[in-house]
């Protein structure tokens, strides 16, 4: 069984605060990796990918990735209240499909 | 530029059962996944279907099954539901190789009495 593994949270950050969302996986042959943001009753919006080691920058939003540890993680930068949300970690391993982590609940506050 | 839209938003069926919903992907994207996602859990995956057939299918039971239409919409059937089906189905529309990653549509939650 290929495991994703996010901690649940909550993870609470002060508004300006840089947070930090990590996730962990099972298969060493993991090819691509992708970060979701999922707003309560909403369906996943997908915030960036990564597939090779080091760092990726888009905005706020760096996702980090290092397949030695089998970890890949995200920071967003000035957080701001609207940040607020259930992250998504998301592994393809072989093949097309996507799985997921659980998420982590992410709460900036004011 | 439309995204991906599903239909129905929302549904009541009876244990027993046989429900369908519908996906339309986004413009330019020609393969379509379904998921699965249950309350404070992440997206379980179903299957995709490209050029009409399914090329990957997760560990979901025979009663899920699906179809793919030649505009590239797509259907997905459970029969003889469960109430442990109740969940909120996801379609993901991408290119044939998903490397840019997958666009979700808002949906439909499905519950089972």
């Known amino acids: 069984q290929k495991e994703v593994e996010q901690n649940s949270g909550p993870l609470s950050v002060p508004e300006g605060a840089i947070a930090s969302l990590n996730c962990t996986y099972s298969?060493?042959?993991?090819?691509?990796f992708f970060w979701y943001r999922q707003y309560s009753g909403k369906s996943p919006e997908l915030i960036m990918f990564?597939?090779?080691?080091g760092d990726k920058e888009d905005g706020r939003f760096t996702a980090q990735l290092n397949k030695a540890s089998q970890y890949v993680s995200l920071l967003i930068r000035d957080s701001q209240p609207s940040d607020s949300a259930t992250y998504l970690c998301?592994?393809?391993?072989?093949?097309?499909?996507?799985?997921f982590g659980k998420g982590t609940s992410l709460l900036v506050t004011p | 530029d439309a995204g991906v839209t599903q239909s129905p938003t929302h549904l009541i069926k009876t244990r027993g059962q046989q429900v369908t919903l519908r996906c339309s992907p986004k413009?330019?994207?020609?393969?379509v996944s379904w998921y699965q996602q249950a309350l404070g859990q992440g997206p379980q995956f179903i299957f995709q279907?490209?050029?009409?057939?399914?090329?990957q299918r997760g560990n979901f039971p025979d009663r899920f099954s699906g179809h793919q239409f030649p505009n590239y919409s797509s259907e997905l059937n459970v029969n003889a539901l469960l109430l442990g089906d109740s969940a909120l189905y996801l379609c993901?529309?991408?290119?044939?190789?998903?490397?840019?990653?997958?666009?979700f549509g808002s949906g439909t939650r499905l519950t089972v009495v």
């Open positions: 413009s330019g994207h020609d393969t």
């Open positions: 990564i597939y090779s080691n």
């Open positions: 298969d060493r042959g993991s090819q691509s």
């Open positions: 998301a592994v393809r391993y072989s093949g097309y499909a996507l799985n």
């Open positions: 993901a529309s991408s290119s044939m190789t998903g490397d840019n990653g997958y666009t």
């Open positions: 279907y490209y050029e009409e057939e399914e090329r």
